[in-house]
Antibody, heavy 124, light 106 residues
Framework: QVQLVQSGAEVKKPGSSVKVSCKTS????????ISWVRQAPGQGLEWMGR????????KYAQKFQGRVTITADQATSTVCMEVRGLRSEDTAIFYC?????????????????WGQGSLVTVSS | EIVMTQSPATLSVSPGERATLSCRASQSVSRKLAWYQQKPGQAPRLLIY???TRATGIPDRFSGTGSGTEFTLTISSLQSEDFAVYYCQQDYHWWTFGQGTKVEIK
């Protein structure tokens, strides 16, 4: 059974960093990709980046390139996303989501499983 | 970046009626389009991928059509559990989402 379980809510100061984790179960870690999607309060969905854990290959949306790092730990089947240089506008719920596309995003059949979301609040 | 535009922003529909949601891409995305449903306090749920293929467990009252730049999600007979926000997503070049359409009770 596929499950994505995320870490809890965080409150951070502007300029600091946050690391959010997504623990996977089932065969997710060895055969699929994990993306991170941001949702600001009352706003829409924004794709941030993705990793194929078995290849340790990450791809980032241009907007987040250089400020976001996505990593995978095979020992714990956990994917993490770190966001640096936090600003108030980064206050959002961050979701991890699974897809079965290849390293170029081909053969994509949707984000079929999602984590429960992690709220990150950036406030002085 | 491919920009996805959804319309209308809000759709007021009575239970049992049909709902038609639109999504337009800033350039052709072929049939590389997915639809998601999101209810308050929940993660999004995949409904449709490949423009028209229903995801596992999705009722057949949900249907997707379109190709190129114009896409439609139709809910044939709205049930109480269908009132939610719906997002389209292109996967022609990585992924971008539309801003969402809220389907509310009329």
């Amino acid at each position: 059974q596929v499950q994505l379980v995320q870490s809890g809510a965080e409150v951070k100061k502007p300029g600091s960093s946050v690391k959010v984790s997504c623990k996977t179960s089932g065969d997710t870690f060895s055969s699929t990709a994990i993306s991170w999607v941001r949702q600001a309060p009352g706003q829409g969905l924004e794709w941030m980046g993705r990793i194929i854990p078995v290849l340790n290959m990450a791809k980032y949306a241009q907007k987040f390139q250089g400020r976001v790092t996505i990593t995978a730990d095979q020992a714990t089947s956990t994917v993490c996303m770190e966001v640096r240089g936090l600003r108030s506008e980064d206050t959002a719920i961050f979701y991890c989501a699974r897809d079965t596309g290849d390293s170029n995003g081909n053969y994509f059949e949707g984000f079929d499983y999602w984590g429960q979301g992690s709220l990150v609040t950036v406030s002085s | 970046e491919i920009v996805m535009t959804q319309s209308p922003a809000t759709l007021s529909v009575s239970p049992g009626e049909r709902a038609t949601l639109s999504c337009r891409a800033s350039q052709s995305v072929s049939r590389k389009l997915a639809w998601y449903q999101q209810k308050p306090g929940q993660a999004p749920r995949l409904l449709i991928y490949g423009a028209s293929t229903r995801a596992t467990g999705i009722p057949d009252r949900f249907s997707g059509t379109g190709s190129g730049t114009e896409f439609t999600l139709t809910i044939s007979s709205l049930q109480s559990e269908d009132f939610a926000v719906y997002y389209c997503q292109q996967d022609y070049h990585w992924w971008t989402f539309g801003q969402g359409t809220k389907v509310e009770i009329k």
